[in-house]
C-alpha cells in the first residue's frame, strides 16, 4: 500500500468509474446500484466486479425501463438510500426525463424542503467521433444545464472522474454524471488514497496569459492540445477545466479573463445554446471592460449527428478548431484592443488588469 | 405480527368521522375557489373519500403513502393539518409547503404522505423506490400508491407495476377508478372493460376490484394487500371504484357527464351509505349530527384563520431548492 499521494497506480476512466463506486460503497451502505446488465459490468465494462464484491442486494440489474430505473431511484432517495442509476447512453435521458425534470429536480423545492434526493444519474455520454450517430453520441449535459435543481458533472480524466463521482455520490442533491465514451480507455496514473473532488470547482489545466480556453469532459483535452500548438506560436493560453456545470465555477472564469482578455469556450454539443452561451453571457455581462476580442465559442454542429467518419470530421469539436479560433482573435486583436484600451481608461481596475497584461 | 398489531385501529364510526372531516373541508375548498381565494387550480376529491380513508386505516404510521394531484383527502387521511393545507392552496403563510407546491402538490413526510405528483402515472414507479427501500432495508414498512384510471393508459404504469412485480416488492397500487379521464369516460380510452384489474394478469398479479365507495370494504380489501405485502408476498393492484361529485378540476362543471350517471352515483356516495350503516347498527342520529356540527365549526375556524393570515416571506422563494437550504447554481 503506497501513502495517500504517492504515485501508484494506472487507471482507465472506464476503471476509474468503478473505483469511485467501489470506495463510495465500501464506504456507506446505503449507496445502491441499479440499471441495465451493470451486474455483468453493463454495455461500457463500469460496474464490473461489484455485485461480486457488494452482493445482489446492492447492485440491481433491471429490465429496459428507464422511468422506473429513475423512478425508484427518486423513490428510494426519498426513503434515505443513496442510489446510483446508471442510464446507459444519456441519450436515453430523453425517455425518462419528466422523472428528471418534473419529479427529482423539483420535489424538494415543490415540498418546501421536506424531503432531499441525494441520488447519482450517471452513463455514457458525448460524441467523439465514434460512429454511435444521433440517437446514442450527444452530449446532453446542456439538457439539463436548464433545469434548477439538477447538479450536473462531466469529468475529464481518470483521476476527476473517481473523484468527482465520489463527491456526487456524497452529495445531498440529485447530480447527474456524464462519461465520455471516448474518454473510456483514457489511462492515467493516479494517486493512492481516497478520490474526493468537490463539485463546484473548477480545475486549472494549464496557466497562461494570452487567451481563456474553457472546456469540458472531452473538449478540456482538445483545449489542452490546442494550447499545444499555439504555445509553439508563441501563444500563452490559460486552459480551465470547468468539471461541473451546475455548481458553475464562474469566478475561475472571470478571474482568468480579468487576466487574459480573451476567451473561447469549447463544447461538444450543438451550439445552438449550449452550456457555453451561459458561461459566455455571464462573461460578456460581468467582463465586458475586459475583453479585448470577442467571446468566441467552438461548437459541435447544428445538425443531428451523422455516423460517416468524413461526415463525423465536418461537425466534431478538435483541437484544429481550437486552434483556428484562437488565431482569428489574436488577427482581431489590433482593432478591438484599441476599443478596450478605450473602455479600460475609464476603469481604475481595467488600467490595472492592461498593466499586468 | 408485531407489526400487524401496530396498524391503526378503527371503526365505522371513526372512520365515518375522517371522512366526514375530508368532505367538509374539500367542501369549503370548493366555496373558497369560487370566491376567487385559492390561488391556482384545485383539483377535489369530493366523493372519493372511503378510498383515502379506508386504505390510510390499515398502515402503520411509518408506511408511505403517495398519490396525484387529487392528493388532499390522502394527506388529510394520513393525519395532515387541515389548516397547512388550506394555507397551501390560499398561498398563506404556514402552507404545509410553504407556498411552492400548491394544490397540486401537497406533502407531509412527517406523516408518511410522499406528496402528491400531478404529472399522470409519474409517481407509480417512484412508489416502487420507496419500495424498494423497504426491502433492501428489511424495514417492513409498506407504500401505497393512489392513481387514477386514466394513469393505466401511461407508459411510467407498465414500468412500475412490471418492476414492482419483477423484485416483489411491498407495495400496493390502488386505482382509484373515477370512470372519468379528465373530461373524457375511461371506458372510451381503454381496449378492455377495467383499467387496472383488466390489466394485473400481465405482471402476474391476481385481479382485485372493490366497490371504492364502500369505506369498510376498501379497508378489507386494501387491508389483506397492505398484510401480504408486509408479509414479504410482493405487490398488489386493485382497482377501487369511485365517481367524483364534481368536475375535474374546481374550475370545471362536469357538465359532460350523463345527468343519469350522476344521480346513480349520488346514490352511492360513501358519506350517506356510511352513516346508514352507522344508524342500521344503532348510533343514535343526534351523535351523529353533533360530530357533523363539531367538523363544520373545525372547518369553518380554520379557513378563518388561514384568510386572516398573511402571506409567505418573499425572500423564502430562494430556499429549499439545495440541501443546504439555497438555490445557488454558480460563484
Not at chain 1, 134 to 145: D, F, K, R, V, Y
Not at chain 1, 177 to 191: D, I, M, N, R, S
Not at chain 2, 1 to 24: F, G, K, N, P
Amino acid at each position: 500500500m503506497g501513502r495517500r499521494g504517492q504515485l501508484v497506480a494506472e487507471l482507465t476512466f472506464r476503471d476509474a468509474v468503478r473505483v469511485g463506486l467501489d470506495q463510495e460503497m465500501a464506504r456507506d451502505e446505503t449507496v445502491v446500484l441499479l440499471g441495465e446488465d451493470i451486474s455483468s459490468g453493463g454495455v461500457f465494462k463500469t460496474t464490473t466486479g461489484l455485485r461480486e464484491r457488494f452482493g445482489p442486494e446492492r447492485v440491481w440489474d433491471t429490465p429496459i425501463s428507464e422511468q422506473a430505473i429513475l423512478g425508484a431511484a427518486m423513490g428510494a432517495a426519498m426513503a434515505g438510500l443513496r442510489p446510483v442509476a446508471e442510464i446507459m447512453f444519456a441519450d436515453f435521458y430523453a425517455v425518462c426525463w419528466d422523472l428528471v425534470v418534473n419529479e427529482i429536480a423539483k420535489t424538494r423545492y415543490m415540498t418546501g424542503g421536506q424531503v432531499s434526493l441525494p441520488l447519482v444519474m450517471r452513463g455514457a455520454s458525448g460524441f467523439g467521433s465514434l460512429g454511435f450517430g444521433s440517437q446514442h453520441g450527444q452530449s446532453a449535459e446542456n439538457w439539463a444545464m436548464c433545469v434548477p435543481g439538477l447538479k450536473i458533472v462531466s469529468p475529464s480524466t481518470p483521476a476527476e472522474m473517481a473523484g468527482l463521482l465520489a463527491a456526487a455520490i456524497r452529495d445531498a442533491d440529485p447530480v447527474l454524471v456524464f462519461e465520455h465514451k471516448a474518454l473510456y480507455g483514457a489511462k492515467q496514473t493516479v494517486p493512492d488514497g481516497e478520490h474526493l473532488v468537490p463539485l463546484g470547482t473548477a480545475r486549472v489545466v494549464r496557466e497562461g496569459s494570452d487567451v481563456t480556453l474553457v472546456g469540458l469532459s472531452i473538449t478540456v483535452r482538445h483545449c489542452e492540445q490546442a494550447a499545444d500548438t499555439l504555445a509553439a506560436e508563441g501563444i500563452d493560453a490559460h486552459v480551465l477545466d470547468l468539471r461541473s456545470l451546475v455548481p458553475l465555477d464562474a469566478q475561475a472564469v472571470l478571474a482568468s479573463v480579468a487576466r487574459t482578455g480573451r476567451l473561447v469556450v469549447v463544447e461538444e454539443n450543438p451550439g445552438q445554446l449550449g452550456w457555453g452561451a451561459a458561461v459566455t453571457s455571464i462573461v460578456a455581462e460581468e467582463a465586458f471592460d475586459d475583453l479585448v476580442a470577442p467571446i468566441t465559442r467552438v461548437t459541435g454542429g447544428n445538425i443531428p449527428w451523422p455516423v460517416a467518419r468524413e461526415l463525423e470530421a465536418e461537425v466534431d469539436v478538435s483541437p484544429e478548431r481550437v486552434v483556428a479560433a484562437v488565431r482569428n482573435l489574436m488577427k482581431r486583436e489590433p482593432s478591438t484592443r484599441a476599443v478596450g484600451a478605450l473602455r479600460r481608461s475609464r476603469s481604475q481596475e481595467g488600467v490595472q488588469h492592461a498593466d499586468q497584461r | 405480527m408485531t407489526a400487524v398489531q401496530t396498524e391503526q385501529d378503527a371503526d365505522l364510526l371513526e372512520l365515518y368521522s375522517r371522512m366526514l372531516l375530508i368532505r367538509r373541508f374539500l367542501e369549503k375548498v370548493d366555496s373558497l375557489y369560487r370566491q376567487g381565494k385559492v390561488h391556482g387550480p384545485a383539483h377535489l376529491g369530493l366523493g372519493q373519500e372511503a378510498i383515502a380513508v379506508g386504505a390510510a386505516s390499515v398502515l402503520r404510521p411509518d408506511d408511505q403513502s403517495i398519490g396525484t394531484y387529487r392528493g388532499h383527502a390522502h394527506a388529510l387521511a394520513r393525519g395532515a393539518s387541515p389548516e397547512a393545507i388550506l394555507a397551501e392552496l390560499l398561498g398563506r403563510a404556514g402552507g404545509i409547503c410553504a407556498g411552492k407546491g400548491g394544490s397540486m402538490h401537497i406533502t407531509d413526510v412527517e406523516r408518511g404522505y410522499y406528496g402528491s405528483f400531478a404529472i399522470v402515472g409519474a409517481h407509480l414507479p417512484i412508489a416502487v423506490g420507496l419500495a424498494w427501500a423497504n426491502r433492501i432495508r428489511c424495514t417492513e414498512q409498506v407504500t401505497v400508491c393512489f392513481f387514477g384510471d386514466g394513469a393505466a393508459n401511461i407508459g411510467a404504469f407498465h414500468e412500475a407495476l412490471n418492476l414492482a412485480a419483477l423484485w416483489s416488492l411491498p407495495v400496493v397500487f390502488v386505482c382509484e377508478n373515477n370512470q372519468y379521464m379528465e373530461y373524457s369516460p375511461i371506458s372510451a380510452m381503454i381496449p378492455v372493460q377495467r383499467p387496472a384489474a383488466d390489466r394485473a394478469s400481465a405482471y402476474g398479479l391476481a385481479r382485485l376490484d372493490v366497490d371504492g365507495n364502500d369505506v369498510e370494504a376498501v379497508r378489507t380489501v386494501v387491508g389483506d394487500a397492505v398484510q401480504a405485502a408486509r408479509r414479504g408476498d410482493g405487490p398488489a393492484l386493485i382497482e377501487a371504484d369511485t365517481y367524483r361529485l364534481k368536475g375535474h378540476s374546481a374550475a370545471d362543471a362536469g357538465a359532460y357527464r350523463p345527468a343519469e350517471e350522476v344521480a346513480e352515483w349520488a346514490a352511492r356516495d360513501p358519506l350517506p351509505r356510511a352513516y346508514a350503516a352507522l344508524q342500521a347498527a344503532g348510533h343514535d342520529e343526534l351523535d351523529l349530527m353533533a360530530i357533523d356540527t363539531r367538523t363544520r365549526v373545525q372547518v369553518s375556524g380554520l379557513a378563518d384563520r388561514v384568510l386572516a393570515s398573511g402571506p409567505p416571506e418573499p425572500g423564502t422563494v430562494w430556499t429549499d431548492l439545495w440541501a443546504d437550504g439555497g438555490s445557488s447554481w454558480r460563484s
